[in-house]
C-alpha cells in the first residue's frame, strides 16, 4: 500500500472541495456510475485529479467521483472502482475508503455485479451481501500495520452492518422492490469462473461470485466503519447458465437494474443520516 499516493489523495480532495464533510461513501460498480443521478451532485472530479485512483482501465467504469447529496446526507460516490485483477496492487483499491475515513465519514455502501450461484438468484435480481467470503489469496491489510486500518487483528464477525441491512429490507418493502440476501464470494479474475470452480464454491457457502467489494469491505470494516454491501446479479454462474459470459452481457443487465437501484438508493439513503 503507498500511503505517500494516498495521503496525496486525500490533500488533493480538500484542497479541491474545502467544505467536503462526506458522511456516507457510496461505490458503484460495473454498469452502475449513472445511479448518482438519484443524487443532488454539487460537483465531480476525475479520478486522473486523484493520484492512487489514476485511471480506471475497464469499460463501464467511468471514473468520477461525485461529491453529493441525498437525505440530506452528504456523500461521496464513487463512480466506478478499481480492481485487483488490474494488477496496479492495493493502493488503488484501497484508495476510496481511505479517503473516506480521512475524510471522518461513517459508513459506505459497496455496490457490485456478480454471477448468481444460489438457483434462485436470476439476472436483473438485487442481492444484499449478508456476509462474504474471502478467495482472493490474499488481504489487503497485509504488510506493515497502519493506524487507518484499527488494530492488527482485525474482528469481522459482522463486516456487513444489521441495522443498515435491516433499514436496507424495509426501504426494498415500501418501494416494492424485491431483494434478495445472500453470501458473496470474491475471486481476483479477470478470467471468470469454471463451471467446476463454480460447484466449488457452492460447496463453500457462496450465493454470488465476483471480483470486488471484498477489499473495500474489508478496510472499511477495519476501519470503523459501518459497512453494507449490494449486488446485481448479472448471469448465472458458469456452469449453470447454458450461455459463455461476456463483459458486455455482465455491463448490460447490470445497467438495466439501474432504475430499481436509484429507487431503492433514494428510499435507503436516510439510514446514512444517523451515522
Ligand atoms: N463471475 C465473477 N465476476 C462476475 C460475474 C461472474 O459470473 N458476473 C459479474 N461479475
Redesign the pocket.
Known amino acids: 500500500m503507498d500511503y505517500g499516493l494516498l495521503d496525496q489523495t486525500v490533500e488533493a480532495v480538500r484542497a479541491a472541495w474545502p467544505a467536503a464533510r462526506p458522511r456516507a461513501g457510496l461505490i458503484l460498480g460495473?454498469g452502475w456510475g449513472s445511479v448518482v443521478d438519484a443524487f443532488d451532485v454539487r460537483a465531480t472530479m476525475g479520478y486522473d485529479a486523484l493520484p492512487a485512483l489514476g485511471r480506471t482501465g475497464v469499460a463501464g467504469h467511468a471514473g468520477t467521483l461525485a461529491w453529493c447529496e441525498s437525505a440530506g446526507v452528504e456523500t461521496f460516490a464513487f463512480c466506478g472502482r478499481r480492481h485487483v485483477y488490474e494488477g496496479e496492487g492495493w493502493t488503488p483499491v484501497a484508495a476510496p475508503i481511505y479517503l473516506l475515513r480521512a475524510l471522518d465519514a461513517q459508513a459506505v455502501l459497496l455496490t457490485?455485479?456478480?454471477?448468481g450461484i444460489r438457483a434462485d438468484l436470476a439476472p436483473g435480481d438485487l442481492m444484499l451481501i449478508s456476509d462474504h467470503i474471502n478467495m482472493l489469496s490474499s488481504n489487503p491489510l497485509i504488510g506493515p500495520h497502519h493506524k487507518a486500518w484499527g488494530a492488527r487483528f482485525v474482528d469481522q464477525s459482522s463486516v456487513y452492518d444489521p441495522a443498515l441491512r435491516d433499514h436496507f429490507t424495509r426501504a426494498a418493502q415500501t418501494a416494492g422492490l424485491a431483494l434478495k440476501e445472500g453470501v458473496y464470494m470474491a475471486?481476483t479474475?479477470p478470467a471468470?469462473?469454471t463451471p467446476a470452480e463454480v460447484r466449488a464454491y457452492e460447496r463453500l457457502g457462496a450465493d454470488a461470485?465476483?471480483?470486488s467489494t471484498v477489499p473495500e469491505a474489508t478496510l472499511a470494516n477495519a476501519a470503523g466503519m459501518r459497512v453494507a454491501g449490494l449486488s446485481c446479479i448479472?448471469?448465472p454462474?458458469?456452469g449453470i447458465g447454458h450461455q459463455p459470459?461476456s463483459h458486455a452481457d455482465?455491463a448490460e443487465t447490470a445497467a438495466a437494474a439501474v432504475p430499481g437501484m436509484k429507487t431503492l438508493l433514494a428510499e435507503a439513503w436516510s439510514c446514512f443520516s444517523s451515522t
Open positions: 460495473s457490485n455485479a456478480a454471477g475471486v479474475g471468470y469462473e461470485v465476483g471480483m448479472a448471469n454462474a458458469a459470459l455482465v
